[in-house]
């Protein structure tokens, strides 16, 4: 076994490995499936109006688990749950008014670049440039497609305006997890991104509702897909594996991204658009594994649904 591969399984509980990494990837799943089946039903309501449909099932639920102590919560703690709300409300409203435009591999991919920004403005080392040198080469595939017209280029821009709410989200995470206990913070935030996107969803989520009440059942189901069981299965896994290894296996993302889309919906991708995923999945497990192999793993950040973030370079 070669030494990067020794040193990134080092302190690895062995029982949990395998436990570990498969709901690493189930997370996935979940929240890919869960885009597939919302890009299905965008016919039938459009983007922000399904996109507050799942934010308020979202917040009912873990809500009802989490029954936040709302009285204990200070002035910093409301002001990291509000920033926290508002980054959730952005990065899943833009997405899904991406998503009528581009494929969803190409969206996630888009969006990947949020968090590996992120990552290179707070690590500053030449590699990680490479890094992220390797993704701005993917993604320039992809606005070259968008400048040949093979691409929506609107769909393209609201995907890395997806990505930059992703980077938001991830510093807002670490805020509330170190200021509110459990999952209360995140059942707060989600209640806030309902109401953040009310303004812009309301109308198509009642007139879709009204046209076909059957809408709710799938506008349920991906809130659950995409949130409540997304979050379960990462907080069990990252009881069990590094959150090294978690960052890496998070990288799948655009590769989960097309193969759903491709299951779901019958989604193909050219040659230039799998180039674009290859290169940014590669960039996105090269940060991780270099920041990993770059020092011992350090404590990790708590996220706002009690989950342990991957920690950025």
Do not use: H
């Not at 688990?65 to 703690?77: E, G, H, L, M, Y």
């Not at 968008?146 to 769909?155: E, R």
């Not at 996107?197 to 989520?205: K, Q, S, W, Y």
């Not at 759903?260 to 090269?286: H, K, M, P, Y």
């Amino acid at each position: 076994m070669p030494a990067s591969a020794r040193s990134l399984l080092r302190g690895m509980p062995t029982g949990g490995l395998l436990v570990g990494v498969l709901l690493v990837l189930g997370s996935i799943a979940s929240v890919q499936l869960g885009a597939s089946i919302a890009k299905t039903v965008l016919d039938r309501i459009d983007p922000a109006g399904l996109t507050l449909l799942r934010l308020v099932f979202a917040a009912l639920v873990v809500l009802a688990i989490a029954r936040p102590r709302i009285r204990s919560w200070n002035a910093a703690a409301w002001r990291s749950i509000v920033f926290l709300g508002v980054t959730l409300a952005g990065m899943n409203l833009l997405f899904y008014l991406a998503l009528p435009r581009i494929p969803i591999a190409v969206a996630v991919t888009v969006e990947l670049l949020g968090p590996l920004v992120l990552a290179l403005v707070q690590s500053r080392r030449a590699v990680d440039f490479a890094w992220v040198g390797v993704a701005a080469l993917g993604v320039g595939v992809i606005g070259v497609q968008s400048l040949g017209g093979d691409l929506d280029p609107v769909g393209v821009l609201l995907a890395l305006a997806a990505g930059g709410c992703w980077a938001a989200y991830i510093l807002a995470s670490a805020q509330v997890g170190q200021r509110v206990p459990g999952v209360g913070g995140l059942a707060g935030a989600l209640v806030i991104a309902a109401v953040a996107v009310l303004p812009f969803g309301l109308l198509g989520a009642i007139d879709a509702v009204a046209a076909d009440p059957s809408v709710l059942l799938p506008a349920f189901g991906i809130a659950m897909l995409s949130s409540a069981i997304a979050y379960g299965l990462e907080l069990l896994a990252l009881r069990r594996v590094p959150t090294r290894v978690f960052g890496i296996l998070m990288s799948l993302e655009p590769a989960s991204a097309a193969l759903f889309g491709f299951l779901v919906i019958g989604e193909l991708l050219t040659g230039w658009d799998l180039l674009a995923i290859a290169l940014v999945i590669v960039a996105s497990a090269g940060v991780a594994l270099t920041a990993a192999r770059a020092r011992r793993e350090p404590p990790p950040l708590t996220g706002p649904s009690g989950l342990q973030l991957p920690p950025l370079p």
